[in-house]
């Protein structure tokens, strides 16, 4: 069974860094395609960005492109999801998901395409 573990969230001011992690186990990392979502308290939970499983293809929400950058460590079993530029609307939980289909752009920027999912973590920006 995949067990998918996210850290690095936190409290930052606006401009500034973070750099999520999710920690994948049980299976074999480099079979999946992965996806960052996130959601707010009453919102649906919406796609961030998704990397297939070489690392080699990307995707991106309009919202993130050019301040988020998905990428992956398939020896070390590891997502990551560096975010710059942080705004006060990117508050929400993130969460790391994880698929073991073809990887294609649409698909995996949809929620229900994806088998397994971690807990979250929280991101915080201050105004």
């Known amino acids: 069974q995949v067990q998918l573990v996210e850290s690095g969230g936190g409290l930052v001011q606006a401009g500034e860094s973070l750099r999520l992690s999710c920690a994948f186990s049980?299976?074999?990392?480099?079979?999946?395609?992965m996806g960052w979502f996130r959601q707010v308290p009453g919102k649906e939970r919406e796609f961030v960005a998704a990397?297939?499983?070489?690392?080699?293809?990307?995707n991106y929400a309009d919202s993130v492109k050019g301040r988020f950058t998905i990428s992956r460590d398939n020896a070390k079993s590891t997502l990551f999801l560096q975010m710059n530029s942080l705004k006060p609307e990117d508050t929400a939980v993130y969460y790391c998901?994880?698929?073991?289909?073809?990887?294609?752009?649409?698909?995996?920027?949809?929620?229900?395409?994806?088998?397994?999912w971690g807990q979250g973590t929280q991101v915080t920006v201050s105004s």
């Open positions: 049980g299976r074999t990392f480099s079979a999946y395609g």
């Open positions: 990397i297939s499983q070489s690392g080699v293809t990307t």
């Open positions: 998901a994880a698929d073991r289909t073809y990887f294609s752009a649409r698909a995996f920027a949809m929620v229900d395409h994806y088998d397994y």
